[in-house]
């Protein structure tokens, strides 16, 4: 089935740093990829959503400056937290959809990557 | 997107059934259900959608009534692996990227 991989699982960084999240489709070519940050005790929220070979789209709110979306190929989307501070540690997710099978195929997330900045 | 409303919470005892409910009660005709859970500290898991007719897999079975005003997801033998956020999210398919709004969920605790 459809597997989406995220990496790394775990970051510890001092404040100031730029880190860098990718999310792979590892079976199928995803278009789309979607960027979803999670802190504790509640729901997902939608960051951005991520286009390959164009600009990625932003939820309102999210600082399109801060939170810098790649997705250069069919199976990558990178999220890169730039400058990172203490209130940016977070829950990261990243998810897309195989196209192939109809529009109602669902859409397989990334484990997730827990940033801590310290 | 319709709107979802799930029970905070629920228990449910081992090797039981877990009937984990959730109300669409706008939902339009061209809106599929879905079910995904999140097991502590992991990403999301899809579980089983549908869109009138009930649906089974090796996960769960999905029960959606007449109307398709709510629907019912059940583990039929719930295990303590099951513990976990339950999320039910109505959506349109498209071709165009269907990216998930997600409300609060039911967390199940399965007790031995």
């Known amino acids: 089935g459809a597997v989406v991989s995220q990496h790394p699982s775990w970051v510890i960084c001092k404040s100031g740093t730029s880190v860098k999240i990718e999310c792979r489709s590892l079976?199928?070519?995803?278009?789309?990829m979607f960027w979803y940050r999670q802190f504790p005790k509640q729901s997902l929220m939608l960051m951005a959503t991520s286009n390959e070979g164009s600009k990625a789209t932003y939820e309102q709110g999210v600082e399109k400056d801060k939170f810098l979306i790649n997705h250069a190929s069919l199976t990558l989307s990178t999220l890169t937290v730039t400058s990172a501070h203490p209130e940016d540690s977070s829950f990261y997710i990243c998810?897309?959809?195989?196209?192939?099978?109809?529009?109602?195929?669902?859409?397989?997330f990334g484990d997730g990557t827990r940033l801590s900045i310290l | 997107d319709a709107k979802t409303t799930q029970p905070p919470s629920m228990d449910c005892a081992e090797g039981r059934a877990a009937n984990l409910p959730c109300n669409h009660s706008?939902?339009?005709?061209?809106?599929?259900v879905y079910w995904y859970r999140q097991i502590h500290s992991q990403g999301p898991q899809y579980i089983i959608h549908g869109l009138k007719n009930n649906e089974t897999n090796e996960m769960a079975s999905l029960i959606i009534t007449e109307d398709r005003k709510s629907s019912t997801l059940i583990l039929p033998h719930a295990t303590l692996r099951d513990t976990a956020v339950y999320y039910c999210?109505?959506?349109?398919?498209?071709?165009?990227?269907?990216?998930?709004?997600f409300g609060g969920g039911t967390r199940l605790m399965v007790k031995p």
């Open positions: 079976d199928f070519q995803a278009t789309t």
């Open positions: 998810s897309a959809r195989d196209p192939n099978g109809g529009g109602n195929q669902p859409q397989h």
């Open positions: 706008t939902i339009s005709g061209n809106e599929y």
């Open positions: 999210i109505v959506r349109v398919a498209d071709n165009a990227g269907n990216m998930l709004t």
